[in-house]
Antibody, heavy 121, light 111 residues
Framework: EVQLVESGGGLVQPGGSLRLSCAAS????????MNWVRQAPGKGLEWISY????????YYADSVKGRFTISRDNAKSSLFLQMDSLRAEDTAFYFC??????????????WGPGILVTVSS | QSVLTQPPSVSGAPGQRVTISCTGS?????????VHWYQHLPGTAPKLLIY???YRPSGVPDRFSGSKSGTSASLAITGLQAEDEADYYC???????????FGGGTKLTVL
């Protein structure tokens, strides 16, 4: 059974940093590209980052480019999101998501339950 | 403001048919990029309903169907059931943004 479980969320002050992790099980992580998607309170889904199976192709949404860094450790079946220079508008549930296809054709066939990140003083 | 435009809400009685539209532009849906649809119950993981415009993953009832034409796509749900009450999102790729984009979401209410 495919499972994705996020961890590392919580409360952080504006300007601070946080590192999210996603533990993958039930499949071979290296054979899939992965996304991070977020949902701010009362808002819709927002794609924020993509990484290919080998980690050599990476994309970011403009809203997080230069502040967030996606990475993966296939040997440990883990996906990461390093979030720096956090702003109040980054407050959201963050979802780890498995991608089928390429960055262009992608659909997300499995999602984690999500983890809350709150940026507030 | 989402790149893909969905109606904020739709509603229907049990057994009825509803459609949810997803309107884009020449840099996303109109450029031929695939549209995917998700069902999301707040507090849970979203679920893939339709991929590549018209295909259903195994386990998704055939009451759900997708279509695409020009710069728009639609999700149709027939034989509405109470359990269908959820938020629905479309997704595609946008070449101007060089990224994946979601619609703003549509809340389906089963009356």
């Amino acid at each position: 059974e495919v499972q994705l479980v996020e961890s590392g969320g919580g409360l952080v002050q504006p300007g601070g940093s946080l590192r999210l992790s996603c533990a993958a099980s039930g499949f071979t992580l290296s054979t899939y590209s992965m996304n991070w998607v977020r949902q701010a309170p009362g808002k819709g889904l927002e794609w924020i980052s993509y990484i290919s199976g080998s980690g050599d192709i990476i994309y970011y949404a403009d809203s997080v480019k230069g502040r967030f860094t996606i990475s993966r450790d296939n040997a440990k079946s883990s996906l990461f999101l390093q979030m720096d220079s956090l702003r109040a508008e980054d407050t959201a549930f963050y979802f780890c998501a498995r991608v089928r296809g390429t960055m262009v054709t992608q659909e997300i066939d499995y999602w984690g339950p999500g983890i809350l990140v709150t940026v507030s003083s | 403001q989402s790149v893909l435009t969905q109606p904020p809400s739709v509603s229907g009685a049990p057994g009825q048919r509803v459609t949810i539209s997803c309107t884009g532009s020449s840099s996303n849906i109109g450029a031929g990029y695939d549209v995917h649809w998700y069902q999301h119950l707040p507090g849970t993981a979203p679920k893939l309903l339709i991929y590549a415009n018209t295909y259903r993953p195994s386990g998704v009832p055939d009451r759900f169907s997708g279509s695409k034409s020009g710069t728009s796509a639609s999700l149709a749900i027939t034989g509405l059931q109470a359990e269908d009450e959820a938020d629905y999102y479309c997704q595609s790729y946008d070449s101007s943004l060089s990224g994946s984009v979601f619609g703003g979401g549509t809340k389906l209410t089963v009356l």
